[in-house]
Nanobody
Framework: QVQVVESGGGPVRAGGSLRLSCAAS????????MGWFRQAPGKEREFVAA????????YYVDSVKGRFTISRDNAKNTVYLQMNSLKPEDTAVYYC??????????????????WGQGTQVTVSS
């Protein structure tokens, strides 16, 4: 059974930084795209960032470009999200997604995607 566990969330002041980690277990994820989504209260889940299997290609939602960096360590089945210059509007539950699909222009989850339980990020002004 696939397990996906996020960590690293918490409260932070605006302008601060956090690093989220996502560890996957149960099967090797070396050849799968992985990513992060977030959901703020009262809003739909939105894509944040994704990284292809090799780590050579990364994708970001426009609102986090230049502030967030996604990376992965395939030896550890782990993906990271370094979040700098955090803003109150970044407040959300962040979910790790393993095994994303590529549409030709974006990554998206499907029924085979595995999800973590989420980690809360709260940015105060």
């Amino acid at each position: 059974q696939v397990q996906v566990v996020e960590s690293g969330g918490g409260p932070v002041r605006a302008g601060g930084s956090l690093r989220l980690s996502c560890a996957a277990s149960g099967r090797p994820f070396t050849y799968y795209a992985m990513g992060w989504f977030r959901q703020a209260p009262g809003k739909e889940r939105e894509f944040v960032a994704a990284i292809n299997w090799s780590g050579g290609n990364t994708y970001y939602v426009d609102s986090v470009k230049g502030r967030f960096t996604i990376s992965r360590d395939n030896a550890k089945n782990t993906v990271y999200l370094q979040m700098n210059s955090l803003k109150p509007e970044d407040t959300a539950v962040y979910y790790c997604a393993v095994d994303l699909r590529w549409s030709g222009s974006e990554y998206y989850p499907d029924t085979k995607t595995s999800w973590g339980q989420g980690t809360q990020v709260t940015v105060s002004s």
